[in-house]
């Protein structure tokens, strides 16, 4: 390399290295002094960041890349804070055409923000599945008013795209791929969950409802029109994970939710279950919250097209020894399973509907009684549910 060549590269590098500290200065001063209503504008490039960059008590302010593969903000050497972003006790916040990678913990946190709205974001790992990276990667709590569009996540230890204690929430257009779980509603209200694309997680789509949270009995969620393929990834969530319970091989489950309507989704070579419908007890955890309703209800599955290969479920982790042990479909696992523990105050309604499903299969695995009686008739369920489930954005 002629010496004028060296020369001008290892001014480039002295450059781009001070060029760092001075960008992530910018963007913290940025975050913190903005104006309501006002713009923070990200450039393009590749961004080396240190320190988790917030917001609090902000309206109406957009965060603005160049584009998710043109700004990148990489937190792999992360020595302060979790989070990547996190926007707190705000309104009307616009998080747009940008990825944020590699952080600590999660990588873009709402928490208490009423319109928060994530548009062409990318969050990411790049080292793919691994249990210590952070564990979501969009992830609004306690919002209201939630629209994440066209965004995409992969690597989180717990769930891609998460929307927790929230409601009147729409997530579309987006795409989750080698999470644990890929897209995950949790004790919400009012979720409307369609046009996405879940591929290569441990599990597709989790609609749960959990004890020892504020928002009680989440429900009134559609999942529709969605490509639920090829969820049978190890689970790789940390131990003591709710998440960490689900098997690989999991297109869509329904644990404890009440109010859920899934139809007109694409639910295609989920080893273990195409959609599985669940009570808390199926977790075998304790239940220490005497509010907490740890039943599903009222879950209507009709009008999904069903394919999987002709292959066994899981044999990992505890559902991956029911299925060895006390199930024994063998290669016929059917695409719809039901544990089958009744509401005592059900008073005789069936907790599922099912109806119209191409390739429709079916198995009530009996949990309350230890399995002794899987029954795969489908005459118990074959009924309709009208779900109203209006999502106001304004």
């Known amino acids: 390399m002629k010496k004028s060549s060296l020369l001008l590269l290892l001014i480039s590098w002295a450059c781009l290295l001070q060029a760092q500290p001075d960008i992530q200065r910018k963007l913290q001063a940025q975050f913190i002094e903005v104006d309501n209503n006002g713009l923070v504008e990200l450039p393009e490039g590749i961004f080396t960041i240190s ?6 008590g902000k309206q109406g302010v957009t965060i603005r890349g160049k584009g998710p593969d ?8 992360q020595i302060s804070g979790a989070e990547g972003i996190r926007i707190t006790n705000g309104s009307n916040i616009t998080i747009e055409q940008l990825t944020v990678q590699n952080t600590k913990g999660d990588a873009i946190k709402t928490q208490l923000v009423d319109g928060i709205r994530f548009l062409n974001v990318k969050t990411e790992w790049t080292r793919g599945a691994h249990s210590s990276n952070g564990g979501y990667g969009i992830y609004p709590v306690q919002c209201q008013r939630v629209l994440i569009d066209s965004c995409y996540a992969r690597g989180a230890s717990d769930a891609g795209i998460y929307v927790g204690q929230s409601h009147h929430i729409i997530v579309r257009n987006s795409t989750a791929t080698e999470n644990v779980a890929g897209i995950e509603i949790e004790n919400s209200l ?19 409802d959990l004890p020892d949270l504020i928002v009680k009995r989440g429900g009134f969620t559609k999942l529709h029109n969605n490509e639920v393929l090829d969820n049978n990834h190890d689970n790789f969530a940390p131990k003591g994970n709710i998440v960490g319970k689900v098997p690989p091989g999991t297109g869509i489950m329904i644990l404890a939710a009440n109010h859920v309507d899934i139809h007109d989704n694409r639910i295609v070579n989920n080893r273990t279950a195409g959609t599985v419908v669940v009570s808390y007890y199926i977790t075998e955890n304790p239940i220490n ?22 292959e066994r479920a899981t044999m990992q982790g505890r559902m991956g020894k029911l299925f060895r042990f006390k199930l024994r479909f063998g290669k016929k696992v059917p695409h719809i399973l039901y544990d089958g523990i009744p509401d005592p105050q059900a008073a005789g309604k069936p907790a599922i509907c099912i109806s119209n499903n191409h390739n429709q299969s079916f198995a009530n695995i009996d949990a309350a009684n230890g399995f002794k009686n899987i029954s795969r008739d489908t005459g118990p369920y074959s009924c309709n549910l009208s779900i109203p489930v209006n999502v106001q954005m304004q």
């Open 51 to 56: 320190t988790t960059l917030s917001m609090d």
């Open 70 to 77: 043109k700004t990148i903000l990489n937190f792999a050497g």
């Open 190 to 208: 009012y979720a409307e969950v369609h046009n996405n694309k879940a591929f290569n997680n441990t599990g597709g789509i989790l609609v749960f």
């Open 289 to 310: 919250d005497s509010s907490y309703h740890p039943y599903p209800s009222a879950i209507s599955i009709h009008d999904n097209f069903y394919e999987r290969r002709n």
